[in-house]
């Protein structure tokens, strides 16, 4: 029940966000609807899903401004090399986060 109440709240306030405006708000509430169902016996197919929801101007990397929830309050330790972006790669790191 928390997480699902945290997965609206973080809809609801990335809707208000300026960032999102040009974002299809459907994707974004599906994002954050798989963000919230990840575990640790999640699948690479499930990341691979949530990067291609996540990538929202389909430039094969996650910004910042992209990345939302767990995504975004993890950004730096994803961001293994440092360049200011996610590839797939670097958010199936996430898995690891998860255990």
């Known amino acids: 029940m928390k997480k699902v109440a945290l997965s609206l709240v973080i ?8 960032s999102v405006k040009n974002m299809d708000t459907s994707n974004v509430s599906t994002a ?19 990067f291609s929801l ?3 101007n389909k430039d094969e ?9 767990s995504v975004s309050e993890n950004f730096n330790t ?3 090399d440092s360049n200011s972006s ?3 790669t ?3 790191g996430l ?3 998860l255990k």
Request: net charge negative.
């Open 86 to 88: 996610l590839n797939l």
């Open 54 to 56: 996540l990538d929202t």
């Open 32 to 50: 954050v609807t798989l963000l919230s169902s990840l575990s640790s016996n999640s699948t690479v197919q499930q990341i691979s899903s949530l």
């Open 61 to 69: 990397a996650i910004s910042s401004t992209e990345a939302v929830g």
């Open 95 to 97: 898995l690891s986060l």
């Open 90 to 92: 670097e958010l199936t």
């Open 11 to 18: 809809a609801i306030s990335l809707f208000s966000c300026n």
């Open 78 to 80: 994803l961001d293994t």
